[in-house]
């Protein structure tokens, strides 16, 4: 499965970006479709998931409210929608796939439970 991340950029605090993360050669074979992110100096962690054959999402008690995982199989993609942005988001965000049938959404928050990766594309919010 190959990801391919886009939507990053520079954006004030308060305001609003959006990521879109496409997956190509293999889509069948996702169970779970989330978002991670990795500051400067920090561990990467979990941001939002969603199961790819259902309506199942989780999120970061940080980003609850501010930040809407959506899914469209037939476009192969799953989009971010980040509001309110604070500089304490600013990060470089991937997207990742897990590939594990079983795999409930509520509990894949850590990147080890995730097969593959895209690029990461940098968010950067000013203060």
Not at 61 to 78: E, L, N, P, Y
Not at 111 to 122: A, E, I
């Amino acid at each position: 499965v190959q990801l391919q991340a886009s939507g990053g950029g520079l954006v004030q605090a308060g305001g609003s970006l959006r990521l879109s993360c496409t997956a190509s050669g293999g889509a069948s074979r996702i169970y779970v479709m989330a978002w991670f992110r990795q500051a400067p100096g920090k561990e990467r962690e979990f941001v939002a998931a969603h199961s790819w054959n259902g309506d199942n999402t989780n999120y970061a008690d940080s980003v609850k409210g501010r930040f809407t995982i959506s899914r469209d199989k037939a476009k192969k993609t799953v989009s971010l929608q980040m509001n309110r942005l604070q500089p304490e988001d600013t990060a470089v965000y991937y997207c990742a796939v897990d590939t594990e049938p079983r795999a409930i959404t509520s509990r894949r928050t850590v990147p080890g439970s995730y097969d593959y990766w895209g690029q990461g594309t940098l968010v950067t919010v000013s203060s």
